[in-house]
Structure formats: structure tokens, C-alpha cells
T-cell receptor, first 111, second 117 residues
Framework: DQQVKQNSPSLSVQEGRISILNCDYTNSMFDYFLWYKKYPAEGPTFLISISSIKDKNEDGRFTVFLNKSAKHLSLHIVPSQPGDSAVYFCAASAVGNDMRFGAGTRLTVKP | DTGVSQDPRHKITKRGQNVTFRCDPISEHNRLYWYRQTLGQGPEFLTYFQNEAQLEKSRLLSDRFSAERPKGSFSTLEIQRTEQGDSAMYLC???????????????FGSGTRLTVV
């Protein structure tokens, strides 16, 4: 059961522009959402998270937006840098339960 | 602390053989998770431990799979009678005990890539 969906397998943006990665979820019990970044041959690394009591969380160039009514979240990267090129996974969890991941979006930032 | 360590990084095995992977979590983390990732997919949950207790197992974890964490520190994942469909990246992660509102993020290891030929 695909409770967390990332419908765009890839995204390409120009350096300095905004990258927007999207994620949808189906389980209304999810109350914590995370984004992970993964480089080849490495495990996913935590990037940013948001609790369901918030609709926005910002950390430097990264901002996550949560729209609970639409069961949708997005990750904005501004400005995008070539080093941001990686696979980005959206993940969600309910209290006391393990995380469920989306299939990932491969971001390519062109110089 | 060197983070979450997984061994080996790569494993090639013949179909029907047994394989065992090891994960050493961050020392102060008492939760340990195993995930499997296949090409083009996100990590899929397999099982997790709270200290030495295995608290949840996914339906993905067939009878050929067994995981242990005997002393609440390192963990092993064994696959018996491997099949070609078992070829995947096996990821281990650890975290502090669940709590609010702390960072729920797991720390992942670099994974063990299994190829069954």
C-alpha cells in the first residue's frame, strides 16, 4: 500500500532557481513528515521535518510546506545549487510507528 | 561516534545460499530499523527493535528473513535460501526512543547491496 506518493520521478532545474518537490499521502493518522536526501552509494540523510501542527518549517535554503486538508506537502529549495542534485525522499509517520517513504524524486540542478 | 555502520557494503551470492548482514547503530540510540530499497523505489520498512525486543515486522518479511538484536546493540538480518527477488539495498537506521516534539529523523547507514545471481 503506497501511503506516501511522490509522483514525479525526476526534476531538473537551473542553478539559482527554485526547486519544488511534491509529496502526497493517504493516511490521515500521519502526524510527522520528513524529507531525506540520498546520494549514490550512501544511505538517506535527514534534511528537514514538519509536525502536523505546523504548515511551514524553514531551515536555510530549505522550506517544507504542509497542507493537511489536501494531504500534500512540498519541499522548496531556494536557491538551488548543483550540490543539491540527489534523490529526495518524502517520509511520514504516526506517533509510535515506523516511517513510510515515497519512491523518491531525482533532482538535477544544472550549472 | 561514527554513525550507523553496516557490513558488508556489497554481497553477491548464489541463489539458494544464506546471507547475513550486520548493523551497528549509534550507541545511544535504542531503536533500530531495517529497510529494503529496490531500484526506483523508496525504502520499505521490514522490521524494528526497541532495545532487544523486535516490536514490529512487515508482511514483506517472509519466513526466510530473520532479524535479531541479542543485546540491544548491534543487529543482524539473515536471509535464508536467497532468491533473485531478494536483490536490493538493505538499509539499517537507528533513532532515539520515540518522543514529542523531538526530531523523528532516523540516522541511516550506507546500506548493504545484495545481488543474488
Amino acid at each position: 500500500d503506497q501511503q506516501v506518493k511522490q509522483n514525479s520521478p525526476s526534476l531538473s532545474v537551473q542553478e539559482g532557481r527554485i526547486s519544488i518537490l511534491n509529496c502526497d499521502y493517504t493516511n490521515s493518522m500521519f502526524d510527522y513528515f520528513l524529507w531525506y536526501k540520498k546520494y549514490p552509494a550512501e544511505g538517506p540523510t535527514f534534511l528537514i521535518s514538519i509536525s502536523s501542527i505546523k504548515d511551514k518549517n524553514e531551515d536555510g535554503r530549505f522550506t517544507v510546506f504542509l497542507n493537511k486538508s489536501a494531504k500534500h506537502l512540498s519541499l522548496h529549495i531556494v536557491p538551488s545549487q548543483p550540490g543539491d542534485s540527489a534523490v529526495y525522499f518524502c517520509a511520514a509517520s504516526a506517533v509510535g510507528n515506523d516511517m513510510r517513504f515515497g519512491a523518491g524524486t531525482r533532482l538535477t540542478v544544472k550549472p | 561516534d561514527t554513525g550507523v555502520s553496516q557490513d558488508p557494503r556489497h554481497k553477491i551470492t548464489k541463489r539458494g545460499q544464506n546471507v547475513t548482514f550486520r548493523c551497528d547503530p549509534i550507541s545511544e540510540h535504542n531503536r533500530l530499523y531495517w529497510y529494503r530499497q529496490t531500484l526506483g523505489q523508496g525504502p520499505e520498512f521490514l522490521t524494528y527493535f526497541q532495545n532487544e525486543a523486535q516490536l514490529e515486522k512487515s508482511r514483506l518479511l517472509s519466513d526466510r528473513f530473520s532479524a535479531e538484536r541479542p543485546k540491544g546493540s548491534f543487529s543482524t538480518l539473515e536471509i535464508q535460501r536467497t532468491e533473485q527477488g531478494d536483490s536490493a539495498m538493505y538499509l539499517c537506521a537507528s533513532s532515539q526512543r520515540w518522543g514529542r516534539p523531538s526530531n523523528y529523523g532516523y540516522t541511516f547507514g550506507s546500506g548493504t547491496r545484495l545481488t543474488v545471481v
